[in-house]
């Protein structure tokens, strides 16, 4: 028999996982032509905080590997959408930072997300969605935690 805490994570992780796949399909869909998901969570952040981050500092943020993190920014550079330079304290290190075109892409591409996002939240309620939020969060800072 199935120890029952094993089939609710089982249940609990299934329903993430089908809805991440779901809505990074939706999201692609209506993404410019060109743009990644992972290039738009990107110029976001950058746009959002408005200030420079290392790569180093980006790969961390998105929990990813910084050769995956150079990847995306070497397509983001040669788009014109980030301006990396090198730290001026520390040559080693390098800096990127959202340009002007980027900062449009970001735009572009929130303006293809947003009637989507909005009818998703529509549909479920503000309520649920707000409702739902705090445990997500919790969980993704468990998650964090390893």
């Known amino acids: 028999m199935t120890d029952p805490r094993n089939a609710l994570?089982?249940?609990?992780?299934?329903?993430?996982?089908?809805a991440d796949q779901l809505v990074r399909n939706r999201l692609s869909r209506v993404m410019p032509k060109g743009m990644e998901i992972s290039h738009f969570s990107v110029l976001n952040h950058l746009a959002h905080i408005e200030k420079e981050r290392t790569p180093?500092?980006?790969?961390?943020?998105?929990?990813?590997?910084?050769?995956?993190?150079?990847?995306t920014l070497s397509r983001l550079e040669t788009a014109g959408y980030v301006h990396i330079?090198?730290?001026w304290d520390d040559a080693r290190r390098k800096m990127v930072g959202i340009s002007r075109a980027g900062r449009l892409a970001r735009?572009?591409?929130l303006e293809g997300i947003s009637p989507m996002v909005e009818e998703l939240i529509g549909e479920?309620?503000?309520?649920?969605?707000?409702?739902?939020l705090p445990i997500l969060r919790e969980l993704r800072g468990k998650l964090e935690q390893d």
């Open 56 to 71: 180093a500092q980006l790969a961390q943020t998105f929990h990813v590997t910084r050769g995956a993190m150079t990847n």
């Open 107 to 109: 735009d572009t591409a």
């Open 85 to 87: 330079r090198p730290d």
């Open 9 to 18: 994570a089982i249940a609990l992780f299934s329903e993430i996982l089908t």
């Open 124 to 132: 479920l309620g503000p309520d649920k969605v707000r409702a739902v």
